[in-house]
């Protein structure tokens, strides 16, 4: 399972230096996501909906261990 959140942070950040794989994977998240939408907006709509539910997750994850 790849974790958005590690995405979003290598789109947003120059400092992040990402390894190959983890680009492949998260260019295949962003084909499959922007999949039928018609403009970037929806797509960077979704972006943020994925990574406010992994963040959410996390912290959700963290209280039940």
């Known amino acids: 399972c790849l974790d958005f959140s590690d ?6 950040s120059k400092d992040i230096d990402a ?12 084909r499959q ?6 403009n970037m907006t929806e797509v960077t709509h979704l972006e ?3 990574y406010r539910i ?5 912290a959700i994850y963290k209280r039940i261990e």
């Open 7 to 12: 995405c979003f942070k290598a789109w947003s």
């Open 19 to 30: 390894d190959h794989m983890q680009v492949h994977k998260c260019n295949t998240m962003m």
């Open 33 to 38: 996501i922007g999949l039928g939408k018609s």
């Open 48 to 50: 943020n909906i994925a």
């Open 54 to 58: 992994a963040e959410d997750f996390k």
